[in-house]
């Protein structure tokens, strides 16, 4: 009997995109969406190496954490649940748990698939920013938190799941095909195309540039055709499509 050759697939090592410096410092927020990128390339250009199983129909079905962790070499295990923890007296419901020192991964089935997946990325953040955390538990996080009392790992763990799971590039390119304009901007004409009721009413019910994002994150038609809303197919939270739309600057009321 002849043995045949165990295929070991190729692993991306995390220190391949980013080596903190000695002196730690700050991450600007470019530089961050340059590691994501850079990540996002690196499993696009190689996806049959890393993926033989797969075929991949579009861009956007590589912004899964599940499967760069795959590529990272990690252990991915989604769990019914992954119990409860305690910080600063207040315990939460565990929603993700990463130990980068084993490299495993752990996120709950206890929320809903718009919050495992931002969770996921926010882990998937700590895997390539943070290689010394140790085990760290995190809470349900669905890109909303903003930037108010998080820590600097915390927020740095966001913005790469904020870049990672939304690249600019796709989310304009995604806007512009359902909305036929750069920056949308409500009129007489693009409220009937959103169906969401009259300008007037819909003028309304925007009284800041939030109302606004958060429906056009939400929009199931336009202009007569149904589709799929931006949340939905990013796989994130209306909120979190609602923000992302908002920095890339691409409506006004
Ligand atoms: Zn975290």
Known sequence: MVDRPVRVLPVIHTNQFF????RGGRLSRQK?????RNLQLELWSRRSEFFPNRTFESPLEILEPSLAFGALGYQFKSGT????????????EVAGLIDPSRNRVQISRQFPPAIRN??????????????NLG???DRALDGSAGSGTRDRTELEADIFATYFLMPSKQVRKSFTQIFQ???FELNEQTAFALNAGDYDSIRARCGTVR???RILANAKQYNGANIV?????????????????????LLRI
């Open 135 to 137: 085990l760290h538990r």
């Open 32 to 36: 961050i969406e340059a590691i994501a």
């Open 81 to 92: 649940s992954i119990g409860q923890h305690s910080q600063d007296n207040v315990t939460f």
């Open 211 to 213: 109302d606004l994002s």
């Open 229 to 249: 809303s931006l949340a939905e197919l990013y796989r994130v939270s209306v909120e979190a499509m609602a923000i992302r739309l908002e920095e890339l600057d």
């Open 181 to 183: 304009t750069e920056k």
């Open 19 to 22: 080596r903190r410096s000695k």
């Open 118 to 131: 931002f969770t996921a990325a926010h882990e998937l953040g700590h895997a390539i920013l943070h290689h």
